[in-house]
C-alpha cells in the first residue's frame, strides 16, 4: 500500500456517548498506524432521537439493553487498559463540549475530545459545566476565554446544527459512527473495518 | 491452559434474527478452535420485543438502524465468506423453526441451525413453512415425521417458552447473545469475547 494515500475517515460523535469514550480514546492512534486521515465530526444525537419518539438515551428507556451496556462498556474498557467509573448522571448533556469542539482547530480536537470523554466516563465530572470544559480547557493550554466566546456565537451554533443536519442525511442514527466515502460504520466495535474500507478505497 | 476445561458458552438465538446468521453460520468452528463447550438454546424475541412495546423489529421500526443493519450484515458477511441473500420478507417468523431445534438433540443442533439460517438468509426461503423446514431436515438425514411430531408435542411447546422465560431472566434483550456463567454477551462482535471468558473462568 505505501505510496497510495488513503481514504478520510470521518468520526462522528456526541459527549453524552457512552460507547464514543473508547472509541475517541483509542481511534487517532489507530488510524495514524494505518496511516489513514481522520476528521472530527461532533454533532448531537439528542434531535435524532427526538425524531424516533425517544426523549431520553435508549439506554434508560429500555433497562435490560442499559444494564448490559454498562457491563459490556466496563469490560470494553478494561481490554483497552482505559480507566471507567460509571458517571452519577446519565446522559449528560454534551452541547456545550460539542460547541467547544467546534470551536477548536482540527488539529487540537484528538486530545481535547478525549480528554473531555475522560472527564464524563473515568472522573464522573459534569461536562455540561462552563467551569469543568474551562478547567479541561486551561490544563490543554488553550485559551480559555478566547474558545469559550467563539463556543457561544451564532456561527458555531450554526455549524454545529448544519453538521446534525449533515450526519441526519448520512444516515448517522447513533454514535460513535465512522464515514467513510459513502460507507457507515456504526459503533466502537467497527474502527478497524472503518480503517481498513478507507485503505483500500484509497 | 492445556488440561483446564473451559467454562459453557450458551448461545441464545432466534431464527428471525439477522446477524444470528453469521454468528450461528460461525460459533460452532470458534468454540472448537478454543475448545470450549458449547450449548445451543433457541427461543423467541417476540414476546421480548412485545414487552418493550415492539410489535416489529426495530430493524422495520427504526429505518435508518434497519438501512444501516442491511448494509453492515452484507459487509459481515463477504468478510466470513458467507453467502448473503436480503430476504424479500423480514422478519419471518421463527417460531417453527425454534421448536423443531428444541425437539432435535443437542449434537445434531449446529448443523440444522446453521443450514435453516441460511436458508433465510442465503436463499430467501420461507422458515415459518413446514415444508422448507421439513425438506431442510429431510436434507440432513433428520426423521422427518418424527422431529415434526415431537415439535408439536406439548412438552416441545413448554420447554421452549421455558427457555425464552429464562432468556428474559438472564437479562437477555436481543440475539445473538452468550451466556457465561453470570456474564452476557450481545452480537455476533462479542463472540470471540464470550470464548475468551470461558478459557479464563475455567
Known amino acids: 500500500m505505501s505510496g497510495r494515500v488513503a481514504a478520510t475517515v470521518e468520526i462522528w460523535f456526541e459527549f453524552a456517548s457512552t460507547y464514543s469514550y473508547p472509541a475517541l480514546s483509542r481511534i487517532a492512534a489507530a488510524a495514524a498506524a494505518a496511516r489513514v486521515p481522520l476528521r472530527f465530526k461532533p454533532f448531537l444525537l439528542g434531535p435524532i432521537f427526538a425524531s424516533q419518539g425517544w426523549k431520553d438515551s435508549p439506554f434508560n428507556i429500555y433497562p435490560a ?22 458517571p452519577s448522571v446519565f446522559p449528560r448533556n454534551g452541547l456545550a463540549a460539542a460547541r467547544i469542539t467546534v470551536a477548536t482547530d482540527e488539529a487540537a480536537r484528538p486530545e481535547l475530545v478525549s480528554r473531555i470523554y475522560r472527564a464524563n466516563f473515568a472522573e464522573d465530572r459534569d461536562i455540561a459545566s462552563r467551569e469543568v470544559l474551562a478547567s479541561i480547557l486551561a490544563e490543554l493550554g488553550h485559551d ?10 451564532p456561527a458555531v451554533k450554526d455549524a454545529l446544527r448544519a453538521e446534525t ?11 460513535p459512527s465512522l464515514v467513510v466515502g459513502s460507507e457507515l460504520f456504526w459503533g466502537n466495535d467497527r474502527i478497524e473495518d472503518a480503517l481498513e474500507w478507507a485503505q483500500r478505497t484509497a
Not at 480559555?144 to 456565537?153: I, M, N, P, Q
Not at 443536519?165 to 454514535?175: D, K, M, N, S, V
Open 65 to 86: 439493553k442499559g444494564r448490559y451496556m454498562w457491563r459490556d462498556l466496563e469490560r470494553s474498557c478494561v481490554r483497552l487498559g482505559l480507566p471507567f467509573k460509571k
Open 144 to 153: 480559555v476565554e478566547g474558545t469559550l466566546a467563539r463556543a457561544d456565537s
Open 165 to 175: 443536519e449533515r450526519a441526519i442525511a448520512l444516515g448517522i442514527f447513533g454514535a
